[in-house]
């Protein structure tokens, strides 16, 4: 921010500077001749063009700077929770070349299940700790490093993981390159999943169980954004392998695609994925957009073939006023599971064909003093990860799941920049037995 406003003061002062000079030459010829007022004139001229590039760049990196997880052309929420704002890396980071730049985001969480006690759990979620350094105006590199449940060791259930490592290299003023691990741009959450951009103490379940959370491959990815307020995305990466698939485990039906999601770790890679998004932000307070990933998961692997997994979502969020409403619906097909499934009979866990999710959400956020925000939120969603199944024969084909339908109302207090307490109820439609109570506490910088 210093920068930004360190550059439009020199701006301003550079033209008033070539305006005033241009008003010496028209009316005191006798302290310079007409040339050399031409030349100093020039020189200003040249200034001025290369203080606003400079804008022009800082500006654009600036909006597409790292969104708390330091992922410089994520798209930020409309307007989101109210400490969705970027606080570190995004604002210290810019024009730091030779510097790192430290940023994480964390959370606690409390869950009563309202007729189950002693399945009621306290955890530190997630402990994120990200850093970024710039090695030039155009190229830096940006990582994220994350344990979750507080504790990770053969015996416990914590684990350590990074969610992003990658170089990005400015091909323009508004196109980047990315290589390396990174997120994928899809839905509303992924790449904004941080505690403070979302209602709710977890990540809401179809951008959970149907599209994996936090989704990231390998691989190189473009993205660029217009004046106009369109941002695209194409990429080649890494892909799902369907040979993880465990058919002994009920997991693969919790999470389809997280069950066989690689992140990275000796990933089979010798059949890879393409992606494209695309969002639009060119009105005040909408975005609408919608991404596809597709890639075949045989990996190569002995027994599978063509299994290719394609997953498509569109999404909207409207912010009229202090409003933000939030609309998604996300679609999976995996191609020729028949012959895999004929293999796996006798499981409890076979492979489905498709699954969907979809949820619509509407928050209010009341204003508090001292930048303190009340948002209570509801949010209705419907998703089945086993919509369907390949045909493999009378009796052997499993019957498709139930769709689950989940009504979550809450609060998020947004206390301090960066800081959100929450507090939300669960009732599931057609299980009320898994009804549950939330606490959360979130943090970001």
């Not at 804008?55 to 798209?75: E, K």
């Not at 941002?231 to 698939?245: A, P």
């Not at 925000?373 to 009796?395: D, Q, V």
Request: net charge negative.
């Amino acid at each position: 921010m210093a920068t930004r406003l360190s550059t439009l003061w020199k701006l301003r002062l550079v033209a008033g500077a070539a305006g005033l000079l241009a008003a010496a030459a028209s009316s005191v010829a006798s302290a310079a001749t007409q040339e050399e007022l031409e030349a100093k004139l020039n020189a200003l001229s040249t200034q001025v063009a290369e203080l606003r590039s400079e804008l022009a760049a800082l500006r654009a990196q600036g909006a597409q700077s790292v969104q708390g997880a330091g992922s410089p052309a994520a798209p930020s929420p409309v307007q989101g929770p109210a400490s969705a704002v970027s606080v570190g890396a995004a604002e210290g980071e810019v024009g730091g070349v030779g510097k790192v730049a430290w940023f994480g985001y964390g959370e606690f969480t409390y869950t009563r299940p309202e007729d189950d006690r002693p399945a009621t759990t306290a955890d530190l979620a997630r402990f994120v700790l990200g850093a970024g350094y710039r090695f030039d105006d155009k190229t830096r590199f940006v990582s994220e490093l994350e344990l979750e449940h507080a504790v990770a060791s053969a015996d416990d259930p914590g684990e350590i993981e990074v969610e992003q490592a990658y170089i990005e290299r400015r091909l323009t003023d508004r196109t980047f390159g990315n290589m390396g691990l990174f997120l994928i741009p899809v839905g509303l959450l992924n790449e904004n999943h941080e505690p403070t951009r979302y209602y709710g103490v977890f990540r809401n379940l179809v951008e959970t169980a149907i599209i994996p959370t936090t989704w990231r491959e390998g691989g190189f990815e473009l993205q660029s954004n217009t004046d106009g307020g369109l941002r695209w995305n194409v990429g080649l990466s890494t892909g799902f392998n369907l040979s993880k698939w465990d058919a002994t485990s009920s997991e693969g039906l919790e999470a389809p695609l997280a069950s066989i999601h690689q992140e990275l770790a000796l990933a089979s890679a010798g059949d890879l994925a393409v992606f494209g998004a695309v969002n639009y932000t060119g009105i005040p307070g909408l975005r609408l957009g919608g991404s596809v990933f597709t890639g075949d998961a045989a990996q190569g692997q002995p027994g599978f073939d063509d299994n290719r997994i394609t997953l498509w979502e569109g999404h909207a969020r409207w912010n009229p006023g202090n409003w933000d409403l939030s609309a998604l619906y996300s679609h999976v097909h995996v191609d020729n599971t028949a012959p895999v499934n004929t293999t796996l009979v006798g499981n409890p866990t076979l492979i489905p064909e498709a699954e969907f999710g979809w949820y619509l959400e509407g928050a209010y956020r009341l204003p508090l003093r001292n930048e303190m925000t009340l948002s209570p939120f509801a949010r209705y969603e419907r998703l089945n990860t086993a919509s369907s199944y390949a045909f493999i024969g009378a009796g052997l084909t499993p019957d498709p799941l139930d769709d689950t339908e989940v009504l979550t109302t809450g609060i998020n207090f947004d206390f301090a920049r960066g800081v959100v307490v929450k507090f939300d109820y669960l009732q599931f439609l057609h299980d009320s037995r898994s009804a549950r109570f939330d606490v959360g506490i979130g943090y970001q910088f």
